[in-house]
């Protein structure tokens, strides 16, 4: 019988690096993750996307829309800087709603429902195109750090890859925990495991980390379900889209559907109150004021004998229904039978309950206003892992971040957006001055400049600064070049053609406005109400000679001419606001000031600046506790 013998070798004589060096690693490939693989590699930086699954990219995992009140103006920012998530909302979307439209122009709020498997497999689709950027399928546990500076990743495979810088973007994978009921189990999502060690990495390294809760519901099998005997909600007549690009117009639509709870549903909620994790104290982690779940609401809103649920499709070819406004933690067999309490779901069956997860995050008072961490250079936090909720605002911190490290590495200056030029800004300086206590989520109260950041002028505003970083395309700038010049040429002759009544009457007694009296200009006709440039050119032979001369864009021309004339007033005086505000953003404070000792400054305000680190004199009077008078007296500190 023969024998044979093996030499035992030393790992390192046979193995090779399988990695090159990279200019920047993503950490999670959600939303964050996915806006920021796509801005980094398209900005020409050597990118690797570290996820478990890339073919869960941008995935849907609560409701399958986009969109909505500020997140809808997010959305359309993300597209003028050159991101990739409207373009993918185009494409994907089954419904498409302009909310607030009986608002002014600063509250309209696009909203779309997405195919929610399409949503994911067309952003895989569009990374993989991108030659710059490639895929490893893992999960990471430690950052690698020299010199208190990120040189790379190690992951769960024992394999170490190095970066010039990391980007994390975790989302509800951190120490993630599922429950449902007195189950609790691990999982980033239901189906899939959470990310281990790298929240304790994190904290040996110095960061400050807590626990935050959100939830999802049940998913139900659309063939059990009666719509007949809910409200129907269908799309606009005329839908719009998220990019301005040339995405194809949305021309056919799935409804969504209305239905309410009642007192027996809260009743039979009610009998699962005893075995739920939140009341009985088993989840620690703060969940979403704003999106509360169903048994919250019933104790929060005891007065109210119903909630009212939005019942949502989750694509083309589903039978899959999402229902909106009935996230639980309670038992499964709890859920099931109030579920079937309620108009339309008498029969319902379920293909999985609804759940809470809990997870890490850290506070983001630890970042610069680049998303770079202030204890490790280099190293970027973005979406969900900084306190955040929703896709939308996760997806515009990825791209912060991205063309943050993307600019550092080539040694320019940061890209940082003012809280007058866009939502982006508004979430970046709140999160990084103000920190979060519970799960931060956009609103249009939040923005001071409303009026200023409209969703129908983010091209306008955004596009020409993001091409001058080398993201946005030559293509897009040129089209926003072009739609201001017809733009400016619209309102110019609005402004200074006078319109004699036989050529309009008709027209304003059909809108039920009075007829004109005299020859007037044809800018105090638009001021009126029931007047639209867009009905006026049928009318009038000189507008319509100048409409028909545009080959692009021509509704959002007509559109931002409108407001722009119509709230003319308004908008002047919030740009004279913010320019005078502005000159404190522009008043900058050095790292290395130790607040604790100008003892002019009360206390409190020293110890929140000492922490906080602020960028901007206008960064630091927004800082809880912090007075006039402190701001005063480090106006005069600095001047010194």
């Given at each position: 019988?023969?024998?044979?013998?093996?030499?035992?070798?030393?790992?390192?004589?046979?193995?090779?690096?399988?990695?090159?060096?990279?200019?920047?690693?993503?950490?999670?490939?959600?939303?964050?993750?996915?806006?920021?693989?796509?801005?980094?590699?398209?900005?020409?930086?050597?990118?690797?996307?570290?996820?478990?699954?890339?073919?869960?990219?941008?995935?849907?995992?609560?409701?399958?829309?986009?969109?909505?009140?500020?997140?809808?103006?997010?959305?359309?920012?993300?597209?003028?800087?050159?991101g990739m998530s409207g373009i993918i909302t185009d494409r994907t979307m089954i419904q498409f709603r302009m909310l607030n439209?009986?608002?002014?122009?600063?509250?309209?709020?696009?909203?779309?429902?997405?195919?929610?498997?399409?949503?994911?497999?067309?952003?895989?689709?569009?990374?993989?195109?991108?030659?710059?950027?490639?895929?490893?399928?893992?999960?990471?546990?430690?950052?690698?750090?020299?010199?208190?500076?990120?040189?790379?990743?190690?992951?769960?495979?024992?394999?170490?890859?190095?970066?010039?810088?990391?980007?994390?973007?975790?989302?509800?994978?951190?120490?993630?925990?599922?429950?449902?009921?007195?189950?609790?189990?691990?999982?980033?999502?239901?189906?899939?495991?959470?990310?281990?060690?790298?929240?304790?990495?994190?904290?040996?390294?110095?960061?400050?980390?807590?626990?935050?809760?959100?939830?999802?519901?049940?998913?139900?099998?659309?063939?059990?379900?009666?719509?007949?005997?809910?409200?129907?909600?269908?799309?606009?007549?005329?839908?719009?889209?998220?990019?301005?690009?040339?995405?194809?117009?949305?021309?056919?639509?799935?409804?969504?559907?209305?239905?309410?709870?009642?007192?027996?549903?809260?009743?039979?909620?009610?009998?699962?109150?005893?075995?739920?994790?939140?009341?009985?104290?088993?989840?620690?982690?703060?969940?979403?004021?704003?999106?509360?779940?169903?048994?919250?609401?019933?104790?929060?809103?005891?007065?109210?004998?119903?909630?009212?649920?939005?019942?949502?499709?989750?694509?083309?070819?589903?039978?899959?229904?999402?229902?909106?406004?009935?996230?639980?933690?309670?038992?499964?067999?709890?859920?099931?039978?109030?579920?079937?309490?309620?108009?339309?779901?008498?029969?319902?069956?379920?293909?999985?309950?609804?759940?809470?997860?809990?997870?890490?995050?850290?506070?983001?008072?630890?970042?610069?206003?680049?998303?770079?961490?202030?204890?490790?250079?280099?190293?970027?936090?973005?979406?969900?892992?900084?306190?955040?909720?929703?896709?939308?605002?996760?997806?515009?911190?990825?791209?912060?971040?991205?063309?943050?490290?993307?600019?550092?590495?080539?040694?320019?200056?940061?890209?940082?957006?003012?809280?007058?030029?866009?939502?982006?800004?508004?979430?970046?300086?709140?999160?990084?001055?103000?920190?979060?206590?519970?799960?931060?989520?956009?609103?249009?109260?939040?923005?001071?400049?409303?009026?200023?950041?409209?969703?129908?002028?983010?091209?306008?505003?955004?596009?020409?600064?993001?091409?001058?970083?080398?993201?946005?395309?030559?293509?897009?700038?040129?089209?926003?070049?072009?739609?201001?010049?017809?733009?400016?040429?619209?309102?110019?002759?609005?402004?200074?053609?006078?319109?004699?009544?036989?050529?309009?009457?008709?027209?304003?007694?059909?809108?039920?406005?009075?007829?004109?009296?005299?020859?007037?200009?044809?800018?105090?006709?638009?001021?009126?109400?029931?007047?639209?440039?867009?009905?006026?050119?049928?009318?009038?032979?000189?507008?319509?000679?100048?409409?028909?001369?545009?080959?692009?864009?021509?509704?959002?021309?007509?559109?931002?001419?409108?407001?722009?004339?119509?709230?003319?007033?308004?908008?002047?005086?919030?740009?004279?606001?913010?320019?005078?505000?502005?000159?404190?953003?522009?008043?900058?404070?050095?790292?290395?000031?130790?607040?604790?000792?100008?003892?002019?400054?009360?206390?409190?305000?020293?110890?929140?600046?000492?922490?906080?680190?602020?960028?901007?004199?206008?960064?630091?009077?927004?800082?809880?506790?912090?007075?006039?008078?402190?701001?005063?007296?480090?106006?005069?500190?600095?001047?010194?």
């Open positions: 019988m023969f024998q044979f013998y093996i030499k035992s070798v030393p790992r390192e004589t046979y193995t090779y690096s399988m990695f090159e060096e990279y200019d920047v690693i993503i950490v999670g490939g959600g939303h964050a993750g996915s806006e920021a693989a796509a801005a980094a590699a398209n900005m020409g930086a050597k990118t690797l996307l570290i996820t478990m699954n890339r073919h869960s990219v941008a995935a849907m995992s609560c409701n399958p829309a986009m969109g909505g009140i500020a997140k809808g103006q997010i959305v359309r920012e993300i597209d003028a800087l050159g439209k009986s608002k002014g122009p600063a509250m309209w709020s696009p909203r779309a429902q997405s195919d929610k498997k399409l949503f994911s497999t067309e952003w895989l689709h569009e990374l993989e195109k991108l030659e710059n950027l490639d895929f490893w399928e893992d999960t990471v546990s430690d950052i690698l750090v020299e010199d208190n500076k990120v040189v790379g990743v190690k992951t769960m495979l024992d394999i170490e890859i190095k970066s010039k810088t990391v980007i994390l973007t975790n989302g509800t994978f951190l120490n993630g925990t599922i429950h449902i009921g007195e189950k609790s189990f691990g999982g980033g999502r239901i189906g899939e495991k959470s990310s281990k060690g790298l929240t304790e990495n994190l904290v040996a390294l110095g960061f400050e980390s807590d626990r935050m809760k959100t939830g999802t519901p049940v998913r139900v099998d659309a063939r059990t379900v009666d719509f007949s005997v809910m409200t129907e909600q269908k799309g606009d007549e005329n839908p719009g889209k998220f990019s301005f690009t040339d995405t194809k117009q949305l021309t056919n639509q799935q409804s969504c559907h209305l239905t309410y709870t009642s007192l027996k549903v809260h009743d039979i909620l009610r009998t699962g109150f005893e075995f739920s994790p939140m009341f009985v104290g088993r989840i620690q982690g703060v969940g979403p004021r704003y999106c509360p779940s169903i048994e919250d609401k019933i104790e929060r809103f005891s007065d109210k004998d119903r909630h009212q649920l939005f019942v949502e499709p989750e694509g083309w070819n589903s039978n899959e229904i999402y229902v909106n406004g009935f996230s639980s933690s309670l038992p499964e067999d709890i859920q099931l039978k109030a579920l079937r309490e309620i108009i339309g779901f008498e029969k319902a069956k379920i293909f999985r309950p609804g759940y809470a997860i809990e997870y890490d995050f850290f506070q983001p008072t630890q970042l610069k206003n680049t998303l770079e961490t202030k204890l490790i250079e280099n190293l970027y936090f973005a979406g969900q892992i900084n306190g955040t909720t929703g896709y939308e605002e996760a997806g515009a911190q990825g791209l912060i971040a991205s063309i943050n490290a993307v600019l550092k590495i080539n040694n320019k200056k940061p890209f940082i957006l003012k809280r007058s030029e866009a939502y982006i800004g508004v979430l970046v300086d709140d999160l990084i001055t103000k920190g979060t206590e519970e799960p931060y989520r956009m609103f249009t109260s939040r923005a001071e400049y409303r009026t200023l950041l409209r969703q129908g002028n983010a091209d306008l505003r955004l596009t020409p600064l993001s091409n001058k970083i080398g993201l946005a395309s030559d293509e897009r700038l040129k089209r926003v070049i072009y739609k201001k010049e017809k733009i400016k040429i619209l309102i110019e002759f609005i402004k200074e053609f006078s319109i004699k009544p036989e050529f309009i009457d008709e027209y304003l007694i059909s809108v039920g406005s009075p007829a004109l009296k005299q020859k007037i200009k044809l800018s105090n006709v638009l001021l009126r109400p029931q007047v639209s440039i867009a009905a006026m050119i049928d009318f009038i032979e000189p507008l319509r000679n100048i409409t028909n001369e545009i080959d692009c864009c021509l509704d959002e021309i007509l559109e931002e001419a409108e407001i722009l004339i119509k709230y003319e007033s308004y908008i002047q005086k919030e740009q004279d606001l913010a320019n005078r505000i502005s000159k404190h953003e522009n008043v900058f404070l050095k790292d290395d000031i130790d607040y604790m000792k100008i003892e002019a400054i009360s206390y409190e305000a020293r110890e929140k600046m000492n922490k906080i680190k602020p960028s901007s004199i206008g960064q630091a009077s927004r800082i809880s506790g912090v007075s006039p008078a402190d701001i005063s007296v480090l106006l005069v500190f600095i001047g010194k």
